[in-house]
């Protein structure tokens, strides 16, 4: 035999070999526990996946819902303490200044009727409308006293009646230099005719007020006083 079909009846045989160790000598019952071992491990892989999710996610929940107690106990305990604070800087002026600045306006008229408060009583009779009455108390406790308060409410009660004359000669009494003043004083003017006073007490009151809304409904004011001669 020639080396040539020596060498091609060599390869045909290890070929046969091959295939037989690789088919003929595995155990069906071995291929069966490779793949229950394989489902197995899968199975366990996918339950630990689930699981590491699952508890990532209540734990992630668990923090969020303490960060949200913790903040809103931060501003629930900022809300107490500045209610606190007011309340203390309001009782701290005293009982007819408590009612008067939480419009407690029965209470007010209460304690001065009680305490003969001349004062307060025509202070709760100039919030209430009754001019009259509030014009009477508030001009006889101003002949006594000097008291910026209370010569603002004679100024409002005076012009509660028109009578703005009066009310601008109490305004000249106030020395304050409140942006309120300067207002009232303007719309004063305004209305006895004296626009060039008007315009300029409402610049003043412009410069002074802190609060958008009110500086500006002045300057609309102020636009429309400029047509006026």
């Given amino acids: ?26 155990n069906p019952s071995q291929i069966n526990e490779v793949a229950i071992y394989a489902l197995l491990l899968l199975v366990c892989l996918g339950s630990f996946g689930l699981y590491f999710i699952s508890t990532n996610k209540k734990i992630e929940g668990q923090i969020k ?22 309340q203390r800087k309001i009782k701290g002026k005293g009982r007819f200044e408590y009612y008067l600045e939480t419009n407690k306006l029965k209470e007010l008229k209460d304690l ?5 408060n001349i004062k307060y009583l025509g202070i709760y009779y100039a919030k209430t409308g ?14 006594r006293h000097q008291d910026d308060q209370a010569r603002l409410y004679l100024i409002m009660a005076l012009k509660q009646q028109n009578r703005y004359k ?27 005719g004296m626009i060039d006073k008007a315009r300029q007490n409402y610049r003043e009151a412009l410069k002074m007020t802190p609060d958008p809304v009110l500086r500006g409904t002045i ?5 429309v006083l400029g047509f006026v001669k």
């Avoid at 080396?3 to 003929?24: P, V």
Wanted: hydrophobic content about 35%; overall charge positive; cysteine-free.
């Fill in 166 to 192: 009066e009310a601008l000669e109490e305004l000249k009494k106030i020395n304050t230099q409140r942006y309120e003043v300067y207002l009232d004083r303007a719309v004063i003017y305004e209305e006895i």
């Fill in 1 to 26: 035999m020639s080396l040539i079909a020596k060498s091609l009846k060599r390869l045909q045989t290890d070929r046969k070999t091959h295939k037989k160790a690789f088919t003929g000598t595995v």
């Fill in 130 to 143: 009754n001019a009259k009455k509030a014009i009477e108390l508030l001009g006889f406790y101003l002949k």
């Fill in 112 to 116: 001065a009727q009680k305490e003969n």
């Fill in 65 to 86: 819902e303490k960060d949200l107690s913790i903040i809103s106990k931060i501003e629930k305990n900022i809300s107490n303490g500045e209610l606190m604070i007011r």
């Fill in 219 to 223: 300057k609309s004011k102020l636009v």
